[in-house]
């Protein structure tokens, strides 16, 4: 009993940690040079709208972490509302690492099934992860300093890389090593004038 309450408490240290963490990069600076303080967090969250996402977002990550029912339902309304005002629906179960950069909201879907490392780059009409119909999940695993263009979708369990680039209007549905560079290739012309 008493290594339960242990283990309780040393995670929740670790999901206080890792929140810090994210604020400090995510809200506070990129560069991540400054030191992290609330004062500094809740300046940044009054005066900046697109920080606000990244702090709430990153409060019901938390607040879905702890053990409490009643902080699991915060959570969900937390995100229930960033959906409606930011257009984005990243769900609170998805375990992203600190660095997150959303260039526009507008239309950024990620599943709880999904594994995202450090300084991800997301754009615009995004969706990463799925699960299939028949009811076997299919977990979406992406390294670090990905750098995901505009309008694509990563579907199903795929395992990307590291330093990956993967270009606008991009469709990935296989594994991509670390240290690449994938697009879609120039779209063919049907009819000309």
Known sequence: MISDITKSNTSSNESLEHLKECLRIEVINRNGKKKFSWFKVFHRVLFSYKKRFYFWW????????????????WARKINANLRCKYGVDISVEANIGSGLKLNHYIGIIIRSECIIGKNANIRQNTTIGRKSSDGIIGMTV?????????HSCIIGDV????????????????DVPANSIIYNPVTAVIKNK
């Not at 990153?58 to 339902?73: D, F, G, Q, T």
């Not at 395992?159 to 296989?174: H, L, P, Q, S, Y």
């Open 58 to 73: 990153r409060l019901a990550c938390y607040l879905n972490s702890s053990p409490s029912k009643r902080n699991k339902k």
């Open 142 to 150: 992406i390294g670090d300093n990905v750098d995901i263009g505009a």
């Open 159 to 174: 395992r990307i890389g590291d330093n990956v680039t993967i270009g606008a209007m991009t469709f990935v549905n296989k």
